[in-house]
């Protein structure tokens, strides 16, 4: 996964990227890509970065055989893709106004829920959900889209976090039970996710209003 | 009356001229702070481009910037997951169309996308540029990204066949580059492209940029530096570089 945090910006970065911003906007009007005067005159204002320019017009040579909108190649992962999205959304959530002083991304629920001195079935309780549905949750076996925004919302107050952190708790890949021990010999493979009202439906444990809740929240836009 | 955006405050570093939005951004942001939040998000959360109601690439930004700072996380993911999925294609089809070894171009179209909100959420108005032309801020980011992935490349790439070129053999005769019209440079680019990439650009900088293969001033950025090869080394590439020209050449006029 990538790195988010790795790229730190320098101030003579900050300058660079601004520069190739106003060279770039220069040449937006042009019919020919970048000349050599060009090079020149923008090397001679910024000598400091000369081999970066020298290495950024040859570049932009080799880009403009390139359309701008090629043909959309086969993505053959579209699930990658997710993955690599959620982790930029975490990121980004982190970067919001008062997020400096959250405390760090959960790492499970039932975790969570200990900090708080909670059990993991009186957290179930306050979000109106049945131990298995909470345990569906706490592995990501809900498609998060599906989540209804409530259940985010009491889950987040029931932990006091932020309702960022558990909707980037839920949007995470699923995964099994960390430390769980399995009596097969091999471990069992991570289910498909699904939708969450599909897991209400098949819970046993629910009661019929706690079911009837939930599924008004269906067809309720999240 | 529509409510007016924030203005940029950033400014050109060589005019110190503020930084401006097009003037159809501008509209379009004064349009959706109109819209109720249903609607806004609507229109945040279509991806095509060309349909109907969606909103420019600038006109995202600028939301995604503003919810990040108003802590509006319907909107500020909304507005992140379509810019997502604009660029998330795109860099990898311009990326994959440079590199083909399938694997690297992809690591590097994501780390692009990364960097593209890493610099799209920084604080204070480094990203301003983004609200005024997108297009080009992402270039600009995808252009970086390749280079790493030609660093890469190059490590792996085998340029020792170049060394059997026949040194002996005359220089060829090439055209004035000044000459050259952009079409024809773009057919060049593309007739170089089964070189490795360090051999194009070799090859570019010293034909169209007119960068020296070496020099006697320590002071003065060479071919030869900028690569950390020898000048006989830089000569083979041209040479190589050239012949493909010349077979170019030869078979566009039969």
């Known amino acids: 996964m990538t790195d988010f945090n790795k790229f730190e910006n320098s101030a003579d970065e900050d300058l660079l990227n601004d520069v190739l911003h106003e060279i770039l906007l220069e040449n937006e009007s042009q019919a020919e890509p970048f000349s050599a005067a060009q090079l020149k005159v923008w090397t001679n204002k910024f000598p400091q970065f000369e081999r970066e320019l020298i290495n950024f017009f040859a570049l932009e040579n080799q880009l403009s055989v390139v359309p701008n909108e090629p043909q959309t190649m086969e993505i053959e992962n579209a699930a990658a893709g997710d993955e690599h999205f959620a982790a930029i959304l975490q990121s980004l959530h982190q970067t919001t106004a008062g997020s400096e002083n959250q405390p760090p991304a959960l790492t499970s629920l039932t975790e969570a829920a200990k900090s708080k001195n909670l059990q993991f079935h009186e957290l179930a309780a306050r979000a109106g959900l049945s131990i298995p549905l909470l345990g569906n949750l706490e592995q990501r076996f809900a498609e998060f889209a599906t989540i209804p925004k409530e259940i985010i919302n009491k889950l987040a107050a029931a932990l006091e976090v932020s309702v960022a952190a558990v909707a980037d708790y839920l949007r995470q890949p699923p995964q099994l039970v960390a430390g769980a021990n399995f009596k097969a010999a091999e471990q069992p493979e991570i289910p498909q996710q699904k939708d969450f009202f599909t897991l209400v439906r098949q819970d046993r444990m629910l009661t019929p209003e706690q079911k009837q809740d939930l599924l008004k929240l269906e067809n309720k836009p999240n | ?254």
């Open chain 2, 1 to 254: 009356m529509f409510a007016q955006p924030k203005p940029l405050t950033k400014r050109y570093e060589t005019t110190g001229e503020p930084m401006r939005r097009l003037p159809e951004v501008e509209e379009q942001i004064s349009e959706t702070l109109a819209l109720d939040k249903a609607r806004l998000l609507e229109r945040i959360k279509i991806k095509k481009r060309r349909e109907a109601d969606s909103l420019l690439d600038e006109t995202l930004v600028y939301l995604m910037r503003e919810a990040r700072d108003k802590s509006d996380l319907d909107v500020l993911d909304a507005a992140a997951q379509t810019i997502y999925d604009r660029c998330w294609s795109a860099a990898r089809n311009k990326i994959g169309s440079l590199i083909s070894h399938r694997d690297l171009a992809f690591e590097q179209a994501d780390e692009a996308v990364a960097r593209l909100f890493l610099e799209l959420s920084a604080p204070g108005d480094k990203a301003d540029y983004a609200e005024v032309r997108f297009g080009q801020f992402f270039n600009r980011i995808i252009n970086r990204q390749l280079r790493k992935a030609f660093e890469k490349l190059n490590e792996q790439q085998k340029t020792d066949f170049l060394d059997e070129t026949d040194e002996d053999s005359p220089p060829m005769q090439l055209a004035d580059a000044n000459s050259i019209s952009a079409q024809t440079w773009q057919e060049i680019n593309a007739a170089l492209a089964v070189l490795p990439s360090d051999v194009q650009q070799a090859f570019i900088l010293n034909y169209r940029y007119g960068i020296k293969i070496d020099s006697t001033d320590p002071n003065e950025q060479t071919i030869a530096k900028l690569f950390g090869r020898s000048e006989k080394t830089i000569r083979l590439w041209l040479k190589k570089a050239a012949e493909i020209l010349r077979d170019w050449s030869e078979g566009k006029t039969k």
